[in-house]
């Protein structure tokens, strides 16, 4: 398999090779570096144009909070994906279990559990160039090489970016195809992980002029990432059931994972590359077509068991997460009058395929019911007695459960905007906005030779299906207008018209068996329904052709019943979904409004700005994939900043922020029962904090750079067991429970850090006439963080717990970054190494069982948390040439 992705991509690089062999022969007395906009200012302090407000301007002219990164800080912080340079961002935090799987925070707007592939909608916006690529549960980890820059944009960006930027927006833009030169290169790099495997990259592009006007980019790429965690020997124990005398039998069924025990093993491939066309139809007009393809494929667990060891953990099942995806888009540029017109347009196709170890939900749930009190002195035993989990010849098995799970992303969104000469007093930009983003999802819920009568229907060794369609619709008309009402001073508003429309309708839970008896004494088998013991989802809940429910005909009627086809392949039948006139329709909520912004920036002298905003951000409401929950509305972002961007003698800059944030009624979400997404609506939360970064260049050669973030976000109101307007906690749940304060109002919102930086040095000096060596050091901070924001919830055997207790706080971690190296002519060599220190350097943590916490009766099923770190230390060494 690795040499099958291995070979295009070498190809790719071979023919860019080949491509470069009449240049190579020429005279060079200059290599031409990959274009970039030019900078008024000093490049090692940081002064590059940015897009941010879709105009091309100087970073220090942008009145709003931007950090970019640009090729040169890309290619001196040897960053190549999404973990790499969200580093270098203070304001950025991030959730993963497994790369490709990432859900992202900015300034603290966070509430934790998010990224399902049927939750909330990311906070934060990315973008490839001027396409939007923000996907539902999971953020595009786009591989970094012949990468302009990064911009990261802090705060709502809603009237220019809309929905999912709430928080802040994320736009990788690569490097364009022009028809200056010819040039092209290649890196490659080795590397070995303390504790782990060897690694590698090669990376190649090339920039070719067919014409005048005319110009093609070609970029390809390959990288193995060593893995690091054992999956050591084990065996886990599983109560078989009753012996004949109704006595426990606790050490019937047992299963051992040494044909799976391996070091190292969760390693991931990464391959793609990029091809784009760039065309100028006239001297006011040009396009560029593009295609970028990637495909990842992750082994394994990326969290280990801290109560086994260092970076390991036992799994029974094989693990993995293949991520393959690509983007064709269109721009158009170009001028009516001396009016700027730009479209872009994208689609994006993005396959996720995984399977997913899931013994410790059994493990877990086999405790609670170890001893299961039917209520009138009889007792059942274990999991496997308790929910039916038998062959096709009756005898019970091992209940032991793993998940293959594929999401079918699929995206097209268009942009037409129009933006007045920017060198005028008062200027414009606005445009309209569509997209269309839907996801076909599969979480097929298996258990080894499980009986077709306690499958679900059609799918023997099913024990629960999840067959859903989600389709998110967004429509906007956006402007904003700015005037210079004096030499210094600028006024900008803007607005955002929005709509959208959201469904999602399939199928959930469990199979039907007819042939179970009602009347057997075992728990929830209130009708004639055995799907591992349950007929409160899956088929007993599917529509019929009258409307009613299969369990709600059974139960009244004993007359012929006809289920309505499935509105979902793939799926028995279909109990999400709202029946009208005789049919079934997606569940639907939809919503229109308007997104705000208004700033001042004062410019009292050409290095110095500040400024003053006041903005607004939103989030879209959804379904909740459990069909009996209500739908979540949208959440709003409003933020009040000030801030200031300074250069001194053009050696050295300082930029920072002050900010206050209302982050109004947040989507919530967690694993409720039977470790099921619910997603609600929170109380509001305050966010307040600062934010900065600075670059000094005191001496040629030696640049300093850094910055920070202190972020302190608090929920102002309590945040109930059960939804309660008022927020008093004091109304019942939906099926009459006792309501309760989960979190009182002042706890803090989870996952990000209340202090988080970042400091880089970096000397470079002339060592005769060709060699330049250089020496680098970096050094990260991330204070400690909660992993979730519920401090009370209730527990098996009314046993209340603290989540965030149980779950563990995500530690203080510093890691130290050194590199050495030289550039001579065409030459790059470089010996780095990584995390030197060796640091665990936490970023996650998780649990499988939701709703398996301990219990006064001594049931332990939360006791396996799984802590996600960053790479162990890494030495590596790498090299490029650049022609």
Not at 485 to 490: F, K, M, R
């Amino acid at each position: 398999m690795r040499r099958k992705t291995f070979t295009p991509v070498m190809a790719a690089l071979l023919g860019s090779s080949m491509l470069a062999a009449p240049a190579l022969g020429q005279d060079q007395a200059t290599p031409q570096a990959t274009p970039q906009a030019a900078t008024g200012g000093n490049e090692a302090i940081g002064d590059i144009i940015v897009t941010a407000q879709k105009r091309e301007e100087s970073l220090q002219n942008v009145p709003i909070s931007v950090q970019a990164l640009g090729t040169q800080k890309l290619e001196q912080m040897n960053i190549s994906n999404f973990n790499d340079y969200t580093r270098l961002l203070p304001s950025v935090a991030f959730q993963t279990s497994i790369p490709g799987t990432a859900t992202v925070y900015i300034r603290g707007v966070a509430s934790g559990g998010d990224g399902n592939h049927s939750g909330s909608l990311p906070s934060v916006g990315f973008y490839l160039d001027e396409q939007p690529i923000t996907t539902i549960g999971g953020t595009l980890d786009v591989h970094i090489y012949d990468i302009a820059r990064i911009e990261a944009l802090s705060g709502p960006q809603g009237t220019l970016y809309g929905a999912s930027s709430e928080a802040g927006t994320v736009r990788i833009i690569t490097n364009k195809p022009t028809t200056a030169g010819f040039e092209g290169g290649f890196d490659v790099e080795g590397n070995t992980v303390h504790k782990g495997g060897q690694g590698g990259k090669i990376e190649g592009f090339v920039n070719v002029p067919l014409s005048e006007t005319v110009a093609v980019r070609a970029v390809g790429f390959y990288q193995h990432d060593a893995g690091y965690i054992d999956n050591i020997p084990g065996t886990r124990t599983f109560i078989k059931g009753s012996n004949p005398d109704g006595s426990i039998n606790p050490n019937g069924l047992s299963i051992s994972n040494s044909n799976l025990v391996k070091k190292d093993y969760n390693d991931v491939d990464t391959y793609g590359g990029r091809i784009a066309l760039g065309i100028d139809l006239s001297d006011d007009w040009t396009t560029t077509l593009s295609i970028f393809g990637q495909d990842q494929k992750a082994n394994g667990s990326f969290g280990y068991d801290q109560s086994l060891g260092d970076l390991k953990v036992q799994r029974f099942f094989p693990e993995f997460n293949k991520d393959k995806w690509i983007q064709a888009a269109l721009t158009v540029q170009g001028k009516i009058g001396n009016w700027d017109l730009t479209y872009a347009g994208a689609y994006l196709d993005r396959k996720r395929n995984s399977s997913s170890d899931y013994t410790d939900y059994a493990e877990a749930y086999d405790q609670l019911y170890a001893n299961y009190d039917l209520g009138d002195g009889n007792f059942l035993h274990g999991l496997s007695e308790v929910f039916y989990y038998q062959d096709n010849a009756g005898n019970t098995i091992l209940p032991l459960q793993h998940i293959d799970g594929s999401d079918h992303f699929k995206r097209i969104s268009q942009e037409l905007r129009v933006s007045s000469p920017a060198e005028n007093p008062f200027r414009i930009v606005g445009g309209l906005f569509y997209q269309r983003q839907s996801n076909m999802i599969h979480q097929d819920y298996k258990i080894d030779n499980l009986g077709a009568q306690v499958s679900v229907n059609g799918l023997p060794g099913t024990l629960w299906l999840t067959q859903q369609k989600r389709v998110d619709r967004d429509y906007a008309i956006f402007g904003e207008a700015s005037w210079d009402i004096l030499p210094t001073v600028t006024l900008t508003g803007g607005l955002r018209g929005y709509k959208f429309d959201n469904t999602l309708g399939g199928f959930f839970g469990f199979g039907r068996n007819p042939a179970a008896d009602p009347d057997d004494g075992r728990p929830f088998t209130a009708t004639p329904f055995n799907a591992a013991a349950s007929s409160r989802t899956g088929v007993a809940g599917c529509y019929t052709t009258d409307g009613r429910t299969l369990r709600e005909v059974i139960n009244n009627s004993s007359d012929p019943v006809t289920l309505l086809p499935p509105i979902t392949r793939g799926s028995p039948c279909t109990n999400l979904a709202d029946f009208k006139n005789g049919t079934l329709v997606p569940k639907r909520t939809k919503d229109t409004g308007f997104l705000y912004r208004a700033n001042v920036t004062w410019k009292p002298a050409e290095d110095k700005l500040f400024y003053a905003t006041w903005s607004k951000g939103f989030r879209p409401g959804g379904i909740n994939r459990r069909g009996t929950l209500p739908p979540y509305a949208p959440d709003f972002l409003v933020n009040y900043e000030v801030g200031f961007k300074t250069t001194w003698n053009n050696v050295f800059r300082w930029n920072g922020a002050f900010f206050w944030q209302d982050w109004k009624h947040f989507q919530f979400s967690f694993l409720g029962q039977n470790s099921f997404t619910e997603i609600h609506n929170g109380p509001n939360a305050r966010i307040k904090g600062i934010e900065t970064d600075f670059a000094w260049n005191p001496v040629a050669g030696l640049t300093l750079s850094g910055s920070g973030a202190y972020t302190d976000g608090k929920i102002r109101r309590n945040l109930c067991l059960f939804d309660d307007p008022t927020f008093t906690c004091t109304t019942p749940g939906p099926g009459g429970e006792a309501n309760r304060v989960s979190s009182p109002k002042g706890t803090r919102l989870p996952i990000t850090p209340r202090f988080k930086f970042s400091a880089t040095g970096r000397y470079e000096f002339q060592a005769g006439t060709d060699v330049k060596p250089y020496f680098q050091a970096t050094v990260t901070h991330s204070s400690s963080a909660a992993s979730d924001i519920r401090q009370s919830v209730d527990g098996p055997n009314g046993f209340i717990f603290n989540p965030a207790l149980q779950l563990g706080r995500l530690p203080a971690w510093t890691t130290a970054d050194f590199a050495i190296g030289a550039k001579w002519q065409h030459f790059t060599t470089e010996l780095f190494v990584q995390n030197a220190f060796d640091e665990r350097a936490q970023i996650t943590r998780f649990v499988q069982c939701g709703s398996c916490y301990p219990s006064a009766d001594g049931f332990q099923g939360f006791s396996r948390s799984y802590a996600v770190v960053q790479t162990p230390r890494t030495i590596g060494i790498r090299a490029g040439y650049r022609f």
